[in-house]
């Protein structure tokens, strides 16, 4: 795909590939930390369908570590609680990941992933060249064709949206996020009972049960943690939406045998609805019959009288 | 400008998080919990007490701060549309106060 310039082919009229193909140009240099930070968070906003957003205090690395093996510890339970309950479910607990995140750089991800479309651009190089013919073809320079990341298309296109988002007023301060790579309302339940479980009401584990969570220095941390809200699948909920996904029981399972349920008894209310007119005109028709009969029985015995 | 935290006993606040007039509160809430003034048994402890107003909540945020002496400051954060900046100022001026007032005493 490469043309690039060889010490044997007289370079003046071999076309010649500025950049290595592996390597196209970025708007910010790709080696910094920041520029991987961003494709870290983009990747993480286009593979997780589930996070949830924390607000952190100042948790020491001591807390962090602490709240982290509970957390583990939790979720491995609900995993093997499906496994219990015989559902084909891979378990999760291993890439569920509660991390700090840099508030800035993931507003930019999020920009790029909610915002960015790349109206059919393709990166492909046109025309291209094969090295050991010698042509004067010049390979074009593809910059504004490119839509990766860390482009310059992207930055421009994304530049003046800054703030546009739902989630964007919650992006500030420090921010800490789990992130699912499935929508599991088990595991989400789990979560939120070992990281929040005041302001979502789900039950945290009890001194006998689990005498490691009330440890004071994984109390401590969860004090210097904020719920803020939660992203599923594009969608921002807020607390009591996100109480209602952990209550899903059952499951995305679950959820889909309780919307079949709700599709069938709206179908068979639609047909006794439709029915119920003639059904009731029948019934009234066979009871005036009846009554008639009676009437018919009693009046020739009484003539026979 | 820094915060005379060790002057401050308690710290209450209502706002939603949707709401862009209550990043005061959410910033401010950060520069005070600190490792050192969560533990109860921690001289400088500050009662730290947060309300989360439900998303579409018309109520504005605000928030008290408690000081040492029983001063207290109450700080209308949406309706006078403060920033952190103003919010940092406010409080540390009456920190500053009562901090002079108790290094004067001894």
């Known amino acids: 795909m490469a ?54 205090n100042n948790l020491q690395s001591v807390e962090w570590t602490a709240i982290r093996r509970e957390l583990n510890q939790a979720l491995r339970k609900a995993d093997e609680q499906q496994v219990a309950e015989g559902r084909n479910l891979p378990p999760i607990a291993s890439r569920i990941k509660l991390q700090i995140v840099q508030t800035g750089i993931f507003e930019v991800a999020l920009r790029i992933v909610e915002c ?72 989400l339940k789990a979560s939120l009972s070992i990281l929040s479980p005041k302001t979502t009401k789900f039950s945290a584990p009890t001194r006998k049960a689990n005498p490691g969570y009330h440890d004071i220095t994984v109390q401590e941390g969860l004090q210097k943690l904020m719920f803020l809200a939660a992203r599923v699948d594009g969608e921002v909920f807020d607390i009591d939406g996100t109480k209602w996904i952990g209550s899903i029981e059952g499951g995305m399972d679950g959820l889909r045998v309780q919307l079949i349920a709700a599709l069938q008894s709206m179908g068979s209310g639609i047909a006794s609805a439709l029915e119920g007119a003639s059904k009731s005109l029948y019934l009234t028709l066979e009871s005036r019959r009846s009554v008639l009969e009676a009437e018919e029985k009693d009046t020739p015995e009484k003539g026979e009288l | 400008m820094t915060i005379p935290v060790q002057t401050i006993t308690s710290f209450r606040t209502a706002f939603s998080p949707f709401s862009p007039l209550a990043r005061p509160c959410r910033i401010f809430l950060s520069l005070l919990q600190n490792p050192r003034t969560t533990p109860l048994s921690s001289a400088s402890h500050v009662d730290i007490k947060v309300i989360q107003l439900p998303r579409n909540s018309t109520q504005l945020p605000e928030m008290t701060i408690e000081f040492r002496g029983g001063k207290q400051l109450q700080l209308e954060v949406g309706k006078r549309k403060m920033k952190i900046g103003d919010v940092i100022e406010e409080v540390s001026r009456v920190g500053r106060i009562i901090e002079r007032d108790q290094s004067l005493k001894g």
């Open chain 1, 3 to 56: 043309a690039i310039a060889t010490s044997s082919i007289d370079t003046s009229t071999t076309a010649v590939l500025r950049h290595p193909p592996s390597q196209p140009p970025s708007h910010r240099r790709p080696e910094e930390r920041r520029s991987q930070l961003l494709r870290q968070y983009t990747s993480l906003l286009r593979t997780a369908p589930l996070m949830v957003l924390f607000q952190h």
């Open chain 1, 116 to 187: 960015f479309r790349p109206n059919g651009q393709t990166a492909r190089l046109s025309g291209a060249v094969d090295p050991p013919k010698q042509s004067s073809a010049e390979i074009p320079d593809d910059t504004a064709s490119l839509t990766h990341d860390l482009s310059r298309v992207v930055h421009d296109s994304i530049m003046n949206h800054k703030g546009k988002h739902e989630l964007s007023t919650l992006l500030t301060g420090p921010l800490a996020i789990i992130s699912f790579p499935h929508v599991s309302p088990e595991h």
